[in-house]
C-alpha cells in the first residue's frame, strides 16, 4: 500500500510518518497538489483544497482531506481526518481505509475469476449441454417410474406438478409462516433494545472509572506548579486530556516544549 499526503505542516508530516511506518505504508510528501502518478490513498491538507481536489480523485481509491470542518458536497471525498487529531486517531482512520480497499480488491478479483469461468463455461457449451439435457431426461424418466408405482391416495408422495406451484404448502400456509417469522424479528428488535439500554448504566459507571484516573492531587502550595510529565503515560491515558487542546498546543507538546495549563472549576 502507498500513500501520497499534500501538506506543508512539519508536525502533520512528522505524525504521518510514525504512523505509515507503523502500518507498512510507503509514504510520499509533496507541497503541491499537482498529481500525476496513482496512489492506494491520498491526503490532502485543508490549505491545499481547491478546484482540483475532485480532479485528483482519479488517481487514488481513496481520498481524505484534513479539514478543521466539514467539505461541502461537491468535494469528491472517501473520508475526513478531523484537525487537529492525535497520531491513535489517524491510525485508526487509516486502518479502517486500508480494510477497505482490501474489501474492494477482493470483489474485483472474484469478479474477475467469475467472468474466466463464464467464459470456458461458454467455450465448452457444446459438450456440456447434451451432457445436462441428458441427465435432467434421465431423471425425469425414474421420477415418473416411481409415481405411477405408488398409490394415487399416498398423501406422502408429492406430485411433480405440484412443486411447480408451491409444493406441499399453499399460498395462505406460506403467507402464515412470513408473519411468524416477522413476529419472531420484530421480538427480537425488542430484546435487543431492552440489553442497550441496560447497558447505558455499565457505561457510565466505567467512565466515572476512566476519569478517576486523571484527578491530580490538591494538597500542594498554590504557589507551586504540578507538573505533568506526558512521557510517563501511556497515549490511551492521556487522550481525554490532550482532545481538549488545539493544534497549536500539541504542536508546542511534540516539539518539546513546556505548556502551562491553568485549571478551575468555573470561570471567576
Same mark, same amino acid.
Given at each position: 500500500?502507498?500513500?501520497l %499526503?499534500?501538506?506543508e505542516?512539519?508536525?502533520?508530516?512528522?505524525?504521518f510518518?510514525?504512523i505509515c511506518?507503523k502500518?507498512?505504508i510507503?509514504l510520499?510528501?509533496?507541497?503541491?497538489?499537482? +498529481?500525476n502518478d496513482?496512489?492506494?490513498?491520498?491526503?490532502?491538507?485543508?490549505?491545499?483544497?481547491?478546484?482540483?481536489?475532485?480532479i485528483?480523485?482519479?488517481?487514488?481509491?481513496? %481520498?481524505?482531506?484534513?479539514?478543521?470542518?466539514?467539505?461541502?458536497?461537491?468535494?469528491?471525498?472517501?473520508?475526513?481526518?478531523?484537525?487537529?487529531?492525535?497520531?491513535?486517531?489517524l491510525?485508526?482512520?487509516?486502518k479502517e481505509? #486500508?480494510?477497505?480497499?482490501?474489501?474492494?480488491?477482493?470483489?474485483?478479483?472474484?469478479a474477475?475469476?467469475k467472468a474466466?469461468?463464464i467464459?470456458?463455461y461458454?467455450e465448452d457449451?457444446d459438450?456440456?449441454v447434451?451432457?445436462t439435457? $441428458?441427465?435432467?431426461?434421465?431423471?425425469?424418466?425414474v421420477y415418473?417410474? @416411481?409415481?405411477?408405482?405408488?398409490s394415487?391416495?399416498?398423501?406422502s408422495?408429492?406430485?411433480?406438478?405440484?412443486?411447480?406451484?408451491?409444493? +406441499? #404448502?399453499?399460498?395462505?400456509? #406460506?403467507?402464515? @409462516?412470513?408473519?411468524?417469522l416477522?413476529?419472531?424479528? &420484530?421480538?427480537?428488535q425488542?430484546? %435487543?433494545?431492552?440489553?442497550?439500554?441496560?447497558n447505558i448504566?455499565?457505561?457510565i459507571?466505567?467512565?466515572?472509572?476512566?476519569?478517576?484516573?486523571?484527578?491530580?492531587?490538591l494538597?500542594?502550595?498554590s504557589?507551586?506548579? $504540578?507538573?505533568?510529565?506526558?512521557?510517563k $503515560?501511556?497515549i490511551?491515558e492521556l487522550r481525554?486530556? %490532550?482532545?481538549?487542546?488545539?493544534?497549536? +498546543? &500539541?504542536?508546542?507538546?511534540?516539539?518539546?516544549?513546556?505548556?502551562?495549563?491553568?485549571m478551575?472549576?468555573?470561570d471567576?
Open positions: 500500500m502507498n500513500l %499526503l499534500i501538506c505542516t512539519a508536525i502533520i508530516e512528522h505524525i510518518s510514525l511506518k502500518l507498512n510507503e510520499t510528501v509533496q507541497k503541491t497538489n499537482n +498529481v496513482k496512489f492506494d490513498l491520498i491526503v490532502i491538507d485543508q490549505n491545499f483544497i481547491d478546484d482540483r481536489f475532485n485528483i480523485k482519479q488517481f487514488s481509491k481513496k %481520498l481524505g482531506a484534513i479539514s478543521s470542518e466539514e467539505l461541502p458536497f461537491d468535494k469528491s471525498r472517501d473520508f475526513i481526518i478531523p484537525r487537529p487529531f492525535l497520531p491513535t486517531k491510525e485508526e482512520i487509516l481505509q #486500508l480494510t477497505f480497499i482490501k474489501e474492494e480488491n477482493e470483489i474485483e478479483k472474484n474477475t475469476k474466466i469461468s467464459d470456458e461458454e457449451e459438450v456440456t447434451p451432457i439435457d $441428458y441427465v435432467e431426461s434421465l431423471a425425469d424418466e415418473s417410474e @416411481i409415481e405411477e408405482e405408488s394415487e391416495s399416498d398423501e408422495i408429492v406430485s411433480f406438478a405440484s412443486l411447480n406451484i408451491g409444493g +406441499v #404448502l399453499d399460498s395462505s400456509e #406460506l403467507s402464515k @409462516i412470513n408473519d411468524i416477522n413476529e419472531d424479528n &420484530i421480538h427480537n425488542i430484546n %435487543l433494545e431492552k440489553n442497550d439500554w441496560k448504566a455499565e457505561i459507571d466505567e467512565a466515572l472509572e476512566e476519569v478517576k484516573e486523571y484527578e491530580f492531587s494538597e500542594q502550595p504557589s507551586k506548579p $504540578y507538573n505533568l510529565i506526558l512521557s $503515560y501511556h490511551n481525554p486530556l %490532550l482532545e481538549k487542546f488545539d493544534q497549536s +498546543v &500539541i504542536d508546542k507538546l511534540s516539539s518539546g516544549e513546556i505548556v502551562d495549563v491553568r478551575s472549576l468555573k471567576k
